[in-house]
Nanobody, 130 residues
Framework: QVQLVESGGGSVQSGGSLRLSCAAS????????MGWFRQAPGKEREGVAA???????SYADSVKGRFTISQDNAKNTLYLQMNSLKPEDTAMYYC????????????????????????WGQGTQVTVSS
């Protein structure tokens, strides 16, 4: 059974940095997407960053140039490096993953879409104070 476990959240001041990690177990698919999503209180969950198994990436406009998604296949771990954090980045951050056989061509359209993903972690809280 696939499990995703996030870590690395915390409280930081505006302008600071955090690195989130997502450890995936029993996840042996190929041609997959993995992504980071976030949900602030009273708001809908939104896509932040995604990565295809071939390495291509996709970012929400609100985080481009500040966040970097990466993966370490040897460790089965997904990362999100968050720099220049802003109070509006405050949210619960979730790791997500798809099953295999996902199209690289469609990644740019589907990578940040919640409905694309099959597996979800429990989330890690990020709080940015001004």
């Amino acid at each position: 059974q696939v499990q995703l476990v996030e870590s690395g959240g915390g409280s930081v001041q505006s302008g600071g940095s955090l690195r989130l990690s997502c450890a995936a177990s029993a996840y042996t698919y190929s041609s997959y997407y993995m992504g980071w999503f976030r949900q602030a209180p009273g708001k809908e969950r939104e896509g932040v960053a995604a990565i295809h198994s071939d390495g291509r990436t996709s970012y929400a406009d609100s985080v481009k140039g500040r966040f970097t998604i990466s993966q370490d296949n040897a460790k089965n771990t997904l990362y999100l490096q968050m720099n220049s954090l802003k109070p509006e980045d405050t949210a619960m951050y979730y790791c997500a993953a798809t099953e295999g056989g996902r199209s690289g061509f469609l990644f740019r359209f589907l990578g940040l879409s919640i409905g694309t993903y099959n597996y979800w972690g429990q989330g890690t809280q990020v709080t940015v104070s001004s």
